[in-house]
């Protein structure tokens, strides 16, 4: 058994993991900084850095005591290293390098947008059915889509760390227009989660939100459009503009009902997005000769409800299996990390002590 010990701190989570065999996650500690960063209902950079400094030891320590090993008994550390918040990647990384240097063990830089992708396939000890190894193999190629506040894309995956951009967002990510259109609502922080669940009351057939599909064949995103829609339909057109701006309304003069509809409106439009262009990507990879023998969906919006339900829905009419992470692996976690490793560890894919810390990649 190889386990190996991952850390990731790429935004506003720190977080520590042991994965077993990339696959068997035997801990999955996660210390959200969300009190700290919800009065600015976005993240701060600079309290991200600094929580994590302080919070990272502890949180190492945790996943350590509830996997129920030592330092010792760590055979590789993994580090989220790209792409991120730079001072908050930095706090990651450089614990990364002193515990592998004073481990002796090697030191495995993780793309975190890939291991996104890999999340689907982790598992908790005690379910040991975990995706393992055998089902790799015919998992590519495959079609991934990365939803995330930082990240919307399509990929085509020849293998775990082998994607090819199809498509991307043009604009705002997925989660950042949840966010905002959480605010637009005047919903709590993080917003997308709470809009979900409002969603699930509402009448999504209440109001007419934009699908940005752009041109005919583009496998691109786009979401400003939608979030300038519905700000637009809560507040009214304003007067004026820039900071200047006055608005007709505001969301406390919006009924709970009229909330709930709006929130289901969104909700659909945004799924529908996505969901429009994943079939739109299978049917072209299908006439270039390379159809996805699976689909696979990652980062924080997979957490979806409607998204999980739509992607399944679109695997079984179009007969290829959809892979989607339990809740626990939806939004950032180390354990992914981890997991993602032990495929670059097979491969002796290692890294030195100079692994630097990478804010983008991917442009
Ligand atoms: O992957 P993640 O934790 O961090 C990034 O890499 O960005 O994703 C966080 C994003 C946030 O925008 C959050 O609002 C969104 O995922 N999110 C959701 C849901 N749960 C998390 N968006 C829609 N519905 C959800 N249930
Ligand atoms: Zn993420």
Same mark, same amino acid.
């Given at each position: ?51 994590? /400094?302080?919070? %990272? ?6 996943? =350590?005591?509830?996997?129920? *090993? &030592?330092? #010792?008994?760590?055979? $590789? ?76 894309? /399509?990929?085509? %995956? ?6 090819? =951009?199809?498509?991307?967002? *043009? &604009?705002? #990510?997925?989660?950042? $227009? ?93 799924? &529908? ?91």
């Amino acid at each position: 058994m190889t386990l190996i010990l991952g850390l990731e701190t790429s935004c506003d989570e720190t977080a520590a993991a042991v994965v077993a065999d990339g696959v068997s996650v035997l801990s999955n500690v996660v210390a959200s900084q969300h009190e700290l960063h919800e009065p600015y209902r976005g993240v701060v950079p600079e309290i991200a850095s600094r929580a994590h /400094l302080e919070r %990272l030891n502890p949180v190492v320590r945790e996943a =350590l005591h509830e996997a129920d *090993i &030592d330092f #010792a008994q760590v055979d $590789a550390v993994a580090v989220g290293n790209r792409p991120g918040l730079i001072g908050s990647l930095l706090v990651a990384v450089s614990a990364a390098k002193a515990l592998a240097w004073s481990l002796d063990k090697p030191l495995i830089g993780v793309d975190h947008v890939e291991a996104h992708l890999h999340a689907a396939f982790l598992a908790e000890r005690r379910d040991s059915s975990g995706q393992r190894s055998e089902i790799r193999d015919q998992r590519f190629p495959a079609l991934g889509l990365v939803v995330s506040g930082g990240h919307t894309s /399509l990929y085509e %995956l020849t293998a775990p760390t082998q994607l090819t =951009l199809l498509g991307r967002t *043009i &604009d705002d #990510a997925v989660g950042e $227009a949840y966010d905002k259109a959480a605010v637009i609502l005047d919903l709590g922080y993080p917003g997308g989660p709470m809009l979900d669940e409002l969603a699930q009351t509402g009448d999504a057939s209440a109001c007419d939100l934009p699908r940005s599909l752009l041109e005919k064949d583009s496998l691109d995103f786009s979401f400003s459009g939608l979030k300038t829609a519905l700000l637009y339909t809560v507040r009214g057109h304003p007067q004026g503009k820039g900071d200047k701006a006055a608005f007709e309304r505001t969301a406390d003069d919006l009924t709970d009902k009229q909330k709930r509809d709006l929130a289901a409106s969104f909700q659909a439009a945004a799924v &529908d997005a996505l969901v429009i262009k994943m079939r739109r990507a299978v049917e072209q990879l299908d006439i270039a000769g390379r159809r996805p023998k699976t689909l696979i969906i990652g980062g924080g919006v997979s957490a979806n409800s409607l998204l999980r339900r739509r992607c399944r829905e679109l695997g079984d009419e179009l007969d290829i299996p959809v892979h989607i992470p339990a809740m626990p692996y939806c939004v950032d976690n180390a354990a992914m990390i981890a997991g993602l490793a032990h495929e670059k560890l097979q491969r002796n894919e290692i890294d030195d002590l100079d692994l630097p810390a990478i804010a983008t990649t991917r442009v």
